[in-house]
């Protein structure tokens, strides 16, 4: 847990100024958390169907 609070604060700055960019728009906070959702569940996504390929070659 420490070191995700080191890579957050670290990264703080940066994730500021993307998300002022990003909501410059209407309903740019909605997107904004849409995106970072999306940025999470991809690799999830990916690892889980690689998983599944190998455990289905290799059973």
Known sequence: MKIL?????ATEVERY???EWWTNGSG???????WGLLVIGMPVVLIGL???FVY???R
Do not use: M, N, S, T
Not at 5 to 9: D, G, L, N, P
Not at 28 to 34: A, H, N, Q, S, T
């Open 50 to 52: 690689v998983a599944f």
């Open 17 to 19: 100024g993307f998300r």
């Open 28 to 34: 740019g906070e909605l997107r904004f958390i849409g």
């Open 5 to 9: 609070q080191a890579v957050w604060k």
């Open 56 to 58: 289905a070659i290799f």
